[in-house]
């Protein structure tokens, strides 16, 4: 698997990690569309820093143009800036997990759709392509936000808590960074809109619930 990597010079958590994760790393310079590197690799992983607004402006250009997966390590204080930003990027937080991180990599370009059509009211699922319509209209998710919505409606009623979620969902043992949860339950929320955002209901100091 081909990793395009920026910066150049990365953390010594993201080098590690980058290394359990079995990838071919190829580091560039720049974010620039027309970097051959990127164009031609499996996957970009972004160590967001300095000019973190400018980075995720120009990932989502890459995004647009090419379609390749991309995955941010984030520190905290990114996080607001990647919710508010156009790229449907997913991110991990530091300090970095390398087991966290291979996992992700590997489900972002790896892994294989079921093949069974989900519903609730009118809102469709279909894994084989990864598409959720509300109504018959598309709605445009990220990778990451559509593997929890397709989680809350298989399984309704029960409340789920932000560590289930993290390892039900996002498949690994994983005990810190529960704000991962919390902004992908945001995004979901303003994507079904105001009328459906009611479809998870937060139960407060426990988790989440769908229906």
Do not use: C
Not at 19 to 27: D, I, R
Not at 45 to 70: C, D, F, K, M, W
């Amino acid at each position: 698997m081909n990793a395009a990597v920026y910066p150049e010079a990365v953390s010594e958590d993201l080098d590690d990690a980058l290394t359990l994760a079995g990838l071919s790393v190829a580091a560039v310079g720049d974010l620039d569309i027309d970097n051959g590197t990127i164009r031609d690799a499996d996957i970009l992983v972004v160590e967001l820093g300095h000019g973190a607004i400018r980075q995720l402006r120009e990932i989502s250009r890459i995004e647009e143009t090419y379609g390749i997966p991309v995955i941010l390590v984030a520190a905290t204080e990114h996080l607001a800036l990647i919710d508010n930003s156009d790229t449907a990027a997913e991110f991990v937080m530091t300090p970095l997990d390398p087991v966290e991180f291979r996992i992700r990599v590997r489900r972002l370009v790896r892994e294989e759709p079921g093949d069974e059509l989900l519903t609730f009211k009118d809102l469709e699922l279909n894994p084989l392509n990864y598409q959720a319509t509300l109504a018959g209209e598309p709605i445009d998710l990220t990778y990451m936000e559509y593997e929890l919505l397709r989680f809350l409606v298989e399984n309704p009623v029960r409340v789920w808590s932000r560590e289930q979620l993290l390892s039900k969902v996002w498949g690994y043992e994983y005990y810190g960074g529960a704000r991962t949860v919390d902004v992908h339950v945001r995004r979901l929320r303003s994507k079904l809109g105001e009328e459906r955002a009611s479809w998870i209901t937060t139960v407060r100091s426990v988790g989440y619930r769908w229906g």
